[in-house]
């Protein structure tokens, strides 16, 4: 049995994240590291964080943005689903999904169609965001109910999710909830990359310093579409929808 265990997510393809997590990782040895989805797209080096990750061997699972890499059918449904981001989800999936693809190749493309939808081990579960849903997961403040609802009659003592991008620890009655945060694109208002950190069944939230500037530099030497607006939501740690829309 694994003994500590770290969940690492939503990298989103920010090369000089994932290269700090590593590093910090490194510190603490964990006996397995499995990673929770969301790799390449929204980042300027989809392929590179691809190819890392599976160097390192790292486990893991689906995520909303991978599955549209190879099936971006969804457009449509996301879009009816939550009118309320009707734009940013075009640029998701029209503009920042597209230019991902072109870079990763159909060998990861590949690789990335066959990540499972949940991993676990004993009792613990890690799925991307909801245990059916790759798009919806409750927010750190949901009420105990809906925790409750999401994740509670699936014979797992500890579920681990990313997706939303603010890490959190929280009980709910025997069922603990943990949120692993995101390594490329925080959103709860701390700029530092977050990842879990599993010691006997307890997680803990891990932020680690990287540099901001080289990672910015890092996207407009990469082409990417909108290195200047994912520069601004990396420096605020907040998400805003690029020309400041919906």
Not at 11 to 28: C, R, W
Not at 37 to 61: C, K
Not at 138 to 156: C, F, N
Request: proline share 7%; hydrophobic share 40%.
């Amino acid at each position: 049995m694994t003994q500590r265990l770290a969940i690492v997510s939503d990298i989103h393809g920010n090369l000089v994240a994932l290269e700090a997590v590593i590093a910090d990782l490194d510190t603490y040895a964990p006996d397995l590291i499995v990673q929770g989805g969301d790799l390449a797209v929204i980042g300027p080096r989809p392929s590179e964080v691809i190819d890392r990750i599976r160097d390192l061997g790292w486990p893991g699972v689906l995520g909303n943005t991978d599955e549209i890499l190879f099936d971006p059918s969804g457009q449509a449904e996301q879009q009816r689903r939550a009118p309320n981001v009707w734009g940013w989800l075009e640029t998701l999936f029209e503009t920042l999904t597209p230019w991902a693809r072109e870079r990763l190749g159909e060998k990861r493309l590949s690789w990335i169609s066959q990540l499972p939808r949940a991993w676990r081990q004993d009792q613990t579960l890690l799925v991307h965001a909801g245990v059916d849903d790759l798009w919806r997961a409750p927010m750190p403040d949901a009420p105990d109910d809906e925790i409750l609802r999401a994740y509670g009659d699936r014979d797992a003592s500890l579920v681990i999710y990313g997706h939303i991008h603010r890490p959190y620890v929280r009980k709910v009655e025997r069922l603990t909830v943990a949120n692993s945060g995101s390594v490329g694109l925080p959103y709860d208002g701390d700029p530092r990359p977050s990842y879990l950190l599993i010691d006997d069944g307890v997680p803990e939230v891990h932020r680690v310093e990287y540099d901001l500037d080289r990672a910015a530099r890092d996207a407009v030497n990469a082409g990417f579409p909108l290195a200047e607006w994912l520069a601004q939501v990396q420096r605020n740690g907040r998400f805003a929808a690029p020309g400041g829309g919906t």
